[in-house]
């Protein structure tokens, strides 16, 4: 305990409350002498000195220094959030140090956010109660960080998070391909929050909304009626492609967030909404600039083609779209042949089925017009 | 009270460059000390602008655009993802060059927000121009002898876009300082494509009144002014071209000096940042060289 968290402790008794935060309660009692009250012991009539003695080395008075004097803002998401980080809800003062000791870890989406007490600096391991934190992915939450690249400035995640360990721009920041690597570390709790939401912007804010019974959803509908300009199309999305939307981009293999929205109240989607740790409260712009497009091919007439595919081929089409779509075609080893997706394999479908303007089984796409549809 | 700059703009899904100048412009700001927060919102990317209040803590909002013309964006698109309520353009009183600023309620943060006129449209950024003039061509008195175009992208939808042009390529010209100055377009004559046609002087600074880097100001213009037969090339500054020498800026909006635009515009309404104006001035007065 430094002199100042002493000093602030005896301000705060002395004044008209007391302090009652989480498991102490410290207070001036009628008769001049104070009270200490913690889980483990309750001592009253105490003079200044034997309070003092009392509160020394006691985590229950630096963890109110912590929460009351250093992050204050109640009713604030970083606040919230930190708490959180250290399961406040469940565990009190004592047991937290005690696991702080070792480090609290929080999942969040790809993150890993680890909070640790700080070290006092004085060798003998009386902290202050401050607490740094370790922010990283959850795929190093193994490596030490001196494997890592490590950064202290919140707004370098900016860059960072741009592009996935492909080097592919993110779009999507809660996307599943956060980079790898990289660890922010040894942040104070501001930095900490500050991280976090570079990272996931708004996130912490729509997770504290959501605890507090006050997110504020707009569906499916809601978002497409607003949309104006070239966006104006999407509200005519048949509710069944809506449906696909949601498998397609709101999965838990593609977004960290946990789908909130439906198709519009009291009408939900079937897809799954996921599983993620925080809440998404409406269709994303990347959503909503792929429905767009998704609109216009929905507004297109099926027609049948009559293509001769062997039963083999038939399933290697099927196995090419799973690869695609699940994004395994860079897993696929160049001369795995059994692998549908195979970039041999499909080579040789190619050079089989296709006539020399790209049509599957020389079959062309606008019969009437004896071409492939390459409106691009 | 305390008061926090949020900066709206454009970004992106498919190039990571095109938010670089606001966090940059964001960061200037931020280090000026004026605000108790400075957040930036997009329409394309994270925070969205239908998100980006809530990212911050202060009662007390002033939003700018970072955008060049009124129009769409600036007067449909940003107010209704911000929930600014009660949010009527007329409020702007704007001939569709002069919006300042518009006071609202944030429906869903019950935030005050001061919604200002794109920068674009501020007079300051007719300095901006000029500046972008003197770190292209690493000259802090470039004008004799010089030829100045300000090229925008045209009217296709909107009218106010090209009077964004005007306005600044008037103001560069009244100056005094270059020898010809020419609103150039995109999608309309006078095109950009013949900028040679336009100049007598031999040594022409064309600005792009563009926000970011992208696919206009990297790809096209290049190839249309013959600077490059192939952006991926690349180009020279100067390049030769017809007889003259062309000095290729690139977008204005990534010219430093724009984050005093941003703050002008907070400034006009309302806030108070003289102080950090004159720091943000301080620390993007050096015109940095073409090779930065």
């Known amino acids: ?376 | 009270m305390s008061q926090a700059l949020v900066i709206v703009a454009h970004g992106s899904h498919l190039n990571p460059g095109s938010s670089a100048p606001t966090y940059d412009h964001a960061d200037t700001i931020r280090a000026a000390g004026a605000f108790d927060e400075v957040r930036t919102g997009f329409w394309k990317e994270e925070p969205s602008l239908r998100e980006v209040l809530r990212t911050c803590e202060a009662d007390e909002v002033y939003v700018v655009p970072m955008f060049i013309s009124e129009g769409y964006f600036t007067e449909q698109v940003i107010p209704r993802e911000l929930r600014l309520d009660g949010w009527d353009v007329a409020d702007w009183d704007s001939d569709g060059l002069s919006a300042d600023v518009a006071t609202y309620t944030a429906e869903d943060t019950g935030q005050t927000v001061h919604y200002c006129g794109p920068v674009g449209t501020h007079e300051s950024m007719t300095d901006v121009l000029v500046r972008r003039a003197e770190s292209v061509t690493n000259d802090p008195d470039v004008g004799e002898g010089f030829g100045f175009a300000v090229v925008g992208h045209g009217t296709e939808r909107n009218e106010n876009s090209a009077k964004a042009i005007e306005y600044h390529a008037e103001r560069v010209r009244d100056t005094g300082r270059f020898e010809e100055v020419q609103a150039l377009y995109m999608d309309e004559e006078p095109e950009v494509d013949d900028v040679t046609d336009y100049f007598e002087s031999e040594d022409v600074v064309v600005v792009p009144l563009f926000v970011s880097d992208g696919f206009h100001t990297q790809e096209d213009i290049p190839e249309d002014m013959g600077l490059t037969d192939d952006y991926r090339d690349g180009y020279d500054v100067p390049a030769a071209v017809d007889g003259h020498r062309i000095w290729y800026a690139g977008a204005v909006g990534t010219e430093s000096l724009m984050a005093d635009v941003v703050l002008e515009r907070a400034a006009d309404a309302g806030a108070d940042v003289r102080a950090a104006i004159e720091s943000v001035r301080e620390t993007t007065r050096v015109a940095p060289g073409a090779d930065d």
């Not at chain 1, 705060?12 to 410290?26: E, M, S």
């Not at chain 1, 996307?175 to 929050?193: E, I, K, Q």
């Not at chain 1, 290697?316 to 699940?326: F, K, L, Y």
Request: aromatic share 8%.
């Open chain 1, 1 to 376: 305990m430094l002199a100042r968290q002493f000093d602030a402790l005896l301000a705060a008794a002395d004044a008209d409350d007391g302090v009652d935060f989480d498991d102490l309660r410290v207070a001036r009692d009628d008769d001049g002498g104070y009270t200490f009250a913690t889980p483990e012991h309750e001592a009253t009539n105490l003079s200044e000195s034997e309070l003092h003695a009392h509160a020394d080395g006691s985590p229950y008075v630096t963890d109110w220094y912590f929460w009351e004097r250093e992050v204050q803002r109640h009713d604030s998401p970083r606040r919230a959030f930190l708490r959180h980080a250290e399961a406040t809800d469940d565990h009190d003062a004592a047991a937290r140090y005690d696991a702080l000791a070792d480090g609290m870890v929080t999942e969040w989406g790809q993150l890993r956010i680890e909070a640790t007490l700080a070290d006092a600096g004085d060798g003998v391991g009386s902290a202050d109660g401050s607490r740094r934190y370790d922010v990283r992915h959850v795929d190093d939450a193994d490596r030490a960080v001196e494997e890592l690249e490590t950064y202290d400035d919140p707004l370098d995640a900016r860059e960072l998070a741009k592009h996935d360990d492909d080097g592919m721009y993110r779009p999507l920041k809660t996307g599943t391909n956060m980079p790898t690597g990289w660890a922010f570390h040894d942040l104070d709790w501001r930095d900490a929050v500050e991280t976090v939401e570079t990272l996931y912007p708004a996130t912490v804010a729509n997770w504290y909304r959501e605890r507090q019974g006050r997110l504020d959803i707009d569906h499916w509908t809601d978002t497409t009626d607003r949309q104006t300009g070239i966006y104006g199309v999407v509200s005519e999305l048949p509710r069944e492609a809506v449906e696909w939307v949601a498998e397609a981009a709101c999965d838990d293999s593609q977004c960290v967030k946990r789908r909130e929205w439906q198709y519009d109240e009291g009408d939900e989607l079937a897809a799954d909404g996921g599983t993620g740790a925080f809440p998404c409260r409406e269709p994303c712009s990347l959503v909503i600039a792929a429905a767009r497009k998704w609109t216009k091919l929905e507004e297109e007439e099926p027609r049948e083609y009559t293509v001769r595919l062997t039963p083999s081929e038939k399933e290697q089409i099927e196995g090419v779209i799973d690869a695609v779509a699940d994004g395994r075609v860079d897993e696929i080893r160049e001369a795995d042949v059994y692998e549908d997706a195979n970039r041999y394999r499909t080579r040789y479908l190619r050079a089989k089925l296709f006539d020399d303007r790209g049509n599957l089984g020389g079959v062309a796409t606008e019969p009437e017009e004896g071409h492939g549809d390459h409106e691009d």
